[in-house]
């Protein structure tokens, strides 16, 4: 008799391959470069402060607008994404984002820096949220962690190779006339453009239109995330806004991006002055360890909540209660063991993002996830422009650096306290649980 591994792999798991091998990679590309054009503001930091008399509250504002814009949008965007479908969604706003992040180079004032970032933060609004929704219509529960943490590697990799090439590219001060950081923006925001045109032509916008899948295949996949979705517990928008666990959600999610970008935009910076120097090339090479070593916790750990399904909120709080031991240290550490101190930083806000990412789709299905996912990024939005603002007040008001790392601590405590009280909350309601075996 033949077995059913004799057999080989089933229909579903062909599909499920095939959609890993076409997808994945092109949204870890996506997002690697998307990442590289939101964040290598930091290190124009400096030169802009020089050049365009940049002060240090315009540029907490306008890294912070860049998310106020974000939350304006994520939700509305997420939604039009599910009636045009991914294929023009994302390549569109792909390839707006590439030309804008480009157009930075070329301010020469405090508003003018202020009002691009506000548009850049518009422009992806629809990305991040999009590619969350794309995994949750091609990839079923069991593999969407592994998915998603595939593609927020492209965070750590994108903050370990675009840390150097920024510094590098800063370098260039001088040539042609134009200071380094013009031709950062500008060198590092076109390849999005080229890649949205790219992405058109690439992307299927669901299993049904795929076009790398057989019928059988497509019918497995398709079976497989109908089951799903009749397990959740809201399905149309209105479901979404009026279930507490949403908001719950979406508190979570907000607070892990606070800790994020309050450490994100100022590490350059931190580095720097850890080292004794200004902010170059040398510098931006150790600003990238911390993210080179979260590339590895990013890899295996949500593969690892991937297999032990009843431990991902137990995984999520250990993530969040490392990264802020993590900040703690680093304020107060000599230079190498803060920049130790950093990378267990690194790993714990970015491990526990992919994991997050499961839980929606364990409470919400059809027009409910896409508004479910667009209003947690839409929360994340707007903690992440609070983020560096509150950095800075809080060290401007106590009048030490030392303040904005450990209140950044704190929230990533009470992150950890939300996740926990997600655990109590599933562990009360069985029926709705979202941590519960796949």
Same mark, same amino acid.
């Given at each position: ?78 939604? /039009? ?27 020469? @004032? ?140 979406? /508190? ?133 422009? /609070? ?12 009048? @030490? ?38």
């Amino acid at each position: 008799m033949t077995t059913a591994a004799a057999e080989g792999p089933s229909t579903l798991d062909r599909a499920i391959s095939k959609a890993w091998i076409r997808l994945v990679p092109l949204m870890f590309i996506l997002y690697f470069v998307a990442f590289i054009d939101r964040v290598n503001v930091g290190f124009a930091k400096d030169a802009m402060a020089v050049d365009i008399n940049l002060s240090q509250p315009a540029f907490a504002f306008g890294a912070g607008i860049f998310f106020a814009a974000y939350a304006v949008f994520a939700v509305p965007s997420n939604l /039009l994404m599910s009636k045009f479908g991914a294929r023009i969604w994302l390549s569109a706003t792909t390839a707006v984002w590439g030309v804008l992040s480009a157009l930075t180079g070329l301010v020469q @004032t405090e508003t003018q820096f202020i009002v691009l970032r506000f548009l850049l933060g518009l422009a992806e609004a629809g990305f991040y949220p999009g590619i969350l929704l794309l995994a949750s219509i091609f990839f079923p529960n069991k593999v969407r962690a592994s998915v998603v943490g595939i593609f927020v590697l492209g965070v750590p990799m994108a903050l370990t190779l675009g840390s150097p090439m920024s510094g590098a590219l800063l370098e260039l001060h001088g040539f042609l006339g134009h200071p380094g950081w013009f031709w950062m923006f500008v060198i590092e925001g076109l390849p999005a453009a080229v890649l949205g045109v790219f992405a058109f032509f690439y992307l299927d916008d669901n299993p049904t239109k795929a076009r790398f899948l057989t019928v059988d295949e497509k019918s497995a996949l398709n079976a497989q995330l109908e089951s799903e979705k009749r397990a959740t517990a809201a399905s149309s928008l209105g479901d979404a806004i009026r279930t507490i666990r949403v908001w719950h959600l979406a /508190l979570i999610y907000g607070t892990i991006q606070i800790g994020v970008y309050g450490l994100l935009f100022f590490l350059p910076s931190q580095v720097a002055s850890l080292m004794g120097s200004t902010l170059g090339f040398k510098e931006s090479l150790v600003a990238a360890i911390p993210w080179a070593v979260s590339a590895l916790g990013v890899y295996f750990i949500p593969r690892y909540a991937d297999k032990k399904p009843a431990q991902r909120v137990n995984i999520s709080v250990a993530c969040m209660l490392v990264a802020a031991f993590g900040l703690v240290v680093s304020t107060y550490a000599g230079p190498v063991i803060a920049i130790a101190a950093l990378c267990l930083c690194a790993v714990g806000f970015l491990a526990v993002q992919p994991i997050f990412w499961t839980f929606p789709a364990q409470t919400l299905s059809g027009s409910a996830l896409a508004a479910g996912i667009g209003f947690c990024t839409t929360m994340g939005a707007v903690c992440s422009f /609070l983020a560096p603002i509150i950095r800075v007040q809080v060290e401007l008001l106590l009048g @030490t650096s030392h303040a904005g790392p450990v209140v950044l601590a704190m929230f990533a405590v009470f992150s950890a306290l939300l996740i926990f009280a997600l655990h109590q909350r599933t562990v009360t309601s069985p029926a709705s649980a979202i941590a519960g075996a796949d």
